[in-house]
């Protein structure tokens, strides 16, 4: 079944607009971590921000923050004052404490964001 | 500078050939990872290795080989038996399980022609 689900395989914004990424997980984990990365073109996978389960404030980074839903399992990026560099694919990620899963990063298909001037 | 390094960037195979995707950290990360990502989705677990001289089978594994003799050092062997092996390939390190420090390298594109 898919841990991580990404709605949005593609979405246009304006440069110096807010974006929204869709991200919802599915875990029975009591303790997991949520993660995004940026993908451009070049293929190297870039961290942006990171959520631990437990945590009980949204995470922040720079123009970067996290919309933590624990209840409804999302965990949304969300962009601020887009720029043209920010075009990229972005990935939801998820980690989980099991021991099966130790360690293992589990990824969603992945949003592409093209910002345009 | 600390991190790792994938080689080579673009790899060209026959069918019917194994090739070897080179994948060195000097992060002095105990775990390791081979992720494969094909066009436009996202990236699967192939294999993982949490210490030296011990590895496991991801969720598409079949086809694939890999050893960790060294802490540095994880190689990935595209074998014959993999059908369709064109993809990107990254490979990733990391600390122990409870942070986040994953470190990812920059990707090995294979191609079968």
């Known amino acids: 079944a898919q841990k991580i689900t990404q709605t949005q395989p593609g979405m246009f914004v304006q440069e110096k607009e807010a974006v929204t990424l869709d991200c919802t997980y599915d875990t029975s984990d009591p303790s997991y971590g949520l993660f995004w990365y940026k993908q451009p073109s070049s293929g190297e996978m870039i961290f942006l921000i990171y959520?631990?389960?437990?945590?009980?404030q949204n995470a922040t980074e720079g123009r970067y923050s996290l919309n933590f839903q624990k209840a409804r399992k999302s965990a949304n990026l969300v962009i601020s004052a887009s720029q043209l560099g920010d075009s990229a694919m972005y990935f939801c990620a998820m980690r989980e404490a099991s021991t099966d899963s130790w360690g293992k990063l589990q990824f969603g298909a992945g949003t592409q964001v093209v910002v345009t001037p | 500078d600390g991190g790792i390094t994938q080689s080579p960037k673009y790899l060209f195979r026959k069918e019917g050939q194994n090739v070897t995707l080179s994948c060195e950290q000097n992060l002095n990360h105990d775990a390791m990872y081979w992720y494969r990502q094909d066009p436009g989705q996202g990236l699967r677990l192939i294999y993982y290795?949490?210490?030296?001289?011990?590895?496991q089978k991801g969720d598409i594994a079949e086809g694939y080989s890999v050893s960790r003799e060294k802490k540095e050092s994880f190689p990935l062997t595209v074998t014959s038996a993999q059908k369709n092996p064109t993809a990107f390939y990254l490979c990733a390190s990391s600390i122990p399980p409870g942070g986040y420090g994953y470190t990812f390298g920059s990707g090995t594109r294979l191609t079968v022609v």
């Open positions: 290795s949490q210490i030296v001289n011990d590895f």
């Open positions: 959520q631990g389960s437990y945590d009980q």
